[in-house]
Structures are given as structure tokens and as C-alpha cells.
């Protein structure tokens, strides 16, 4: 389990969130000093092979400014990223078997990976949400995300995500884990709770707990104290 909460919560906790606004009644994360993004490398044969049709002209349309994304290459990028997360976890229950540091190495390699194979999809495509690559694809897209070991990446990938669950095109929570996280790595109280201190299993500190379920609430989220105890029991 990470800090920001198993990866089971994130899928369900997602699931719960479709349809809402994605922003607190009291207050609304600081979205300021968006991050440039650069680009890196491609992302595999599969996804690559799609490009070259993207390049063919046919495509029509815009999505963010940028040229709408065929349905070939939406469906490569959504198992590209599925295919990513799916690594990432075998890597992980691998090093939780046999804590050697080959099986160390593995996974931080497999996550910084990752980060760049999203970066580059960010760079070209803007963010991947439900929208253009389905739900859980986005999921996986965001857990890769809390996994970068680049702040200014997650915080220019917090705004881009709370663009999109303001725009509806993906689910609330997504912003509410990304946002949490950014706070604690800034030194900042988070806003919904969603991230543990895995040595105290407490969250870290929250801003304005007396409205914490009420902000949760808003995001599509059960109270701190359910999302402890289902914590506990995944534990």
C-alpha cells in the first residue's frame, strides 16, 4: 500500500466519482504555476504504429487545442497504460516477496519508466482522461502517475486533471488523489484525507477537518472514517 491508498480504493473510489463537480464548497486547490511539459521518448511498437496513422491527415476535430485522437490510437494508449500498471504491480508484489534490491531496482526502474511513457503521452495528447482512453485506462493512468518521482510532472498533471473533472471528462476523485498528494509533497495540510502516512497509517494533515467529509462528499467520496477501515482491511 502506498501513502496515497491501495490500489483497489483508487479503482473504487474513481468509480463512485463519475458525474460530480471535482471542486470543495470551502475552498479550491491552488492550480497556479502550471509546469511545462517536455518530450520523451515514443512508447512501444504498438502505440508508435498508431501514431503514423494519426500522421495521415484523417484525423478531424480538436480536443484542447490539439488534433483529435483516432479511435485506434485511444484504444492502443488505454492498453499501453493498463499494460503499464499491470507491470508495475507484479513488480511490486515481486520486491514485497523477495525484498532484495535486484527486486528494488526493478520496480523503481518499471515506475520511472512509466512516468516517461505518460509523460509523452501528456506531451502529445494532453491529459489521458476518461474520455479519450475510458475509465480505467485513465485509472491506471493516475496511479502512474502518483508513482513519478517528478513534482513539477504532477503538479502540471493536477491541473490538467482538475480541468478535466470540472469538464466532467473524468471522475472526481482522480483530482482529489492528485491534488492530496501534491499538497503533502509541497509541506501543505491536503484537502480530502485520501493520503496515509504508512508509518502511522493516520492520513497526514488535513486543512479545515471540521469540512473534510463534507469536501469528500462533494468528490464523490464515502467519509475518512469508511475509507480507513476499508484501509485497515485491505492492510
Not at 26 to 41: F, L, N
Not at 132 to 143: K, R, Y
Not at 152 to 166: E, G, N
Not at 199 to 207: G, I, K, N, Q, W
Amino acid at each position: 500500500m502506498t501513502g496515497t491508498g491501495s490500489s483497489a480504493h483508487l479503482a473504487h473510489a474513481a468509480a463512485r466519482g463519475n458525474g460530480r463537480t471535482g471542486f470543495p464548497r470551502d475552498e479550491t486547490p491552488d492550480t497556479r504555476g502550471i509546469r511545462g511539459i517536455r518530450e520523451t521518448q515514443v512508447l512501444g511498437e504498438e502505440v508508435g504504429e498508431a501514431e503514423e496513422v494519426q500522421e495521415t491527415g484523417e484525423v478531424r476535430g480538436t480536443r484542447e487545442g490539439r488534433p483529435a485522437v483516432l479511435p485506434a490510437l485511444a484504444a492502443a494508449l488505454a492498453r499501453e497504460l493498463v499494460r503499464r500498471v499491470e507491470e508495475d504491480h507484479r513488480a511490486m508484489r515481486e520486491a514485497h516477496r523477495r525484498p532484495t534490491q535486484a527486486a528494488r531496482h526493478r520496480l523503481v526502474k518499471c515506475r520511472a519508466d512509466n512516468a516517461e511513457a505518460l509523460r509523452t503521452i501528456v506531451g502529445r495528447h494532453g491529459w489521458p482522461a476518461a474520455d479519450l482512453v475510458g475509465a480505467p485506462a485513465s485509472t491506471a493512468a493516475l496511479m502512474i502517475l502518483l508513482h513519478a518521482r517528478d513534482l513539477d510532472f504532477q503538479l502540471t498533471c493536477r491541473d490538467l486533471i482538475a480541468q478535466a473533472a470540472a469538464d466532467g471528462r473524468c471522475p472526481p476523485p482522480h483530482h482529489a488523489f492528485i491534488a492530496d498528494h501534491c499538497a503533502v509533497e509541497l509541506g501543505q495540510p491536503q484537502f480530502y484525507g485520501t493520503r496515509v502516512d504508512p508509518a502511522t497509517f493516520h492520513p497526514y494533515p488535513v486543512r479545515r477537518p471540521q469540512t473534510l467529509d463534507e469536501r469528500r462528499r462533494d468528490v464523490g467520496l464515502a467519509p475518512l472514517a469508511e475509507q480507513m477501515r476499508t484501509l485497515r482491511l485491505s492492510g
